[in-house]
T-cell receptor
Framework: EAGVVQSPRYKIIEKKQPVAFWCNPI?????LYWYLQNLGQGPELLIR????????DSQLPKDRFSAERLKGVDSTLKIQPAELGDSAVYLC???????????????FGPGTRLTVL | AQSVTQLGSHVSVSEGALVLLRCNYS??????LFWYVQYPNQGLQLLLK??????LVKGINGFEAEFKKSETSFHLTKPSAHMSDAAEYFC???????????FGSGTQLTVLP
């Protein structure tokens, strides 16, 4: 079974430029997550989707960040404009819809490492 | 609200020695607890999880963890470290109906030859 796919793996941009990250979750996984991981820190949730609906976006800085999950499969996370402090790893994860609910394992992609100059 | 504290951002052990990575959690309702491992330039991989039932949980690669409610702890152990265990380890908690994982800040494990 293929894992969570993310692209690009690395991105270097200048501040004030836009950037987008793409995620393809594991087939059949209804729930998709975007996390931000700063150096030396654990991941922090940005947004969670159940199918195509964003059910938790309370931690997403909506002035510059946006996300979409059209058709409930692939997802894109965008930053416009990027700031120096956005340099981090952006992780995508997915989990299946089963009876376990919160105990379900989340499967993580390799992440996109963003460097803003 | 829920939170996780991992004691020790860096732990070094000799190959063959006991590995002990500490995790304490805070949760107002019974928690679900997880340990994830992250190798360089890779995503997180689940080592083990506690949901309900037996408090001693066995995971992959010889790791295990024990849920101790009275101590609000979920420490990760492995009897004998291997060089391939060198990685960053994250403890995480989720609770109630929430599906949001709250991660600790991680512990970098170094295995010395």
């Amino acid at each position: 079974e293929a894992g969570v796919v993310q692209s690009p793996r690395y991105k270097i941009i200048e501040k004030k430029q836009p950037v987008a990250f793409w995620c393809n979750p594991i087939s059949g996984h209804n729930t998709l997550y975007w996390y931000l991981q700063n150096l030396g820190q654990g991941p922090e949730l940005l947004i969670r989707y159940e199918n195509e609906e964003a059910v938790d976006d309370s931690q997403l800085p909506k002035d510059r960040f946006s996300a979409e999950r059209l058709k409930g499969v692939d997802s894109t996370l965008k930053i416009q404009p990027a700031e120096l402090g956005d340099s981090a790893v952006y992780l995508c994860a997915s989990s299946p819809r089963v009876a376990g609910g919160p105990s379900n394992e989340q499967f993580f992609g390799p992440g996109t490492r963003l460097t803003v100059l | 609200a829920q939170s996780v504290t991992q004691l020790g951002s860096h732990v070094s052990v000799s190959e063959g020695a006991l590995v002990l990575l500490r995790c304490n959690y805070s949760s107002s309702v019974p928690p679900y607890l997880f340990w994830y491992v992250q190798y360089p330039n890779q995503g997180l991989q689940l080592l083990l999880k506690y949901t309900t039932g037996a408090t001693l949980v066995k995971g992959i690669n010889g790791f295990e963890a024990e849920f101790k409610k009275s101590e609000t702890s979920f420490h990760l152990t492995k009897p004998s470290a291997h060089m391939s265990d060198a990685a960053e380890y994250f403890c995480a908690v989720t609770a109630g109906s929430a599906r949001q994982l709250t991660f600790g800040s991680g512990t970098q494990l170094t295995v010395l030859p």
